[in-house]
């Protein structure tokens, strides 16, 4: 039973990433990047960004529910939310960020703080809950957190 809740867990982590996230991606690569290209100024640089992340989407996602390399996986999709939430999730930029009402800032901000709170998720991955797990994580990172070892005995 504890494997299977460990299993759902990473799902839901990645659940935006792996079936969504990267799948849309792909099916509306022009589109995707047509929205990028309102954050970066050349067009190739667009295209670019849209494939690392689909890939970094795919790879990494992978690597947490496999459980390889799955701590250096959480940490990089942690701090993928964060640059996403900076660059795509600006809503200090929407005009109407702070009035009463309906207001697409807001709706942006609201994207942006979940940005933010997946990123804490992945980290609590990557680190576990205490200061030790952040210093064996420096210390190797490439290990894995061995999430299905205790599978075999269930």
């Known amino acids: 039973m504890s494997t299977f809740i460990v299993i759902i867990a990473r799902c839901l982590l990645v659940l935006l990433f792996l079936p969504f996230s990267a799948l849309d991606k792909l099916l509306n690569f022009n589109q995707a990047v047509a929205q990028a290209s309102q954050a970066v100024a050349l067009p190739w640089l667009a295209k670019v960004l849209i494939g ?3 890939l970094v989407e ?9 459980g390889i390399a799955d701590r250096l996986a959480a940490c990089i999709l942690a701090i993928y939310c964060i640059v996403t939430a900076i660059v795509w999730k600006p809503f200090w930029k929407a005009p109407d960020f702070r009035f009463r009402g309906n207001s697409g800032g807001r709706d942006v901000f609201w994207d942006f703080l979940k940005n933010l709170a997946l990123a ?8 576990g809950t205490n200061a030790p797990g952040v210093q064996r994580f420096l210390n190797h990172p490439l290990s894995s957190s061995h999430p299905y070892a205790d599978f075999h005995q269930e």
Request: hydrophobic share 65%; aromatic share 16%.
């Open 120 to 127: 804490g998720g992945f980290f609590l991955l990557a680190f």
């Open 58 to 66: 795919v790879v990494m996602s992978t690597a947490i529910l496999t």
């Open 52 to 54: 690392v992340g689909c």
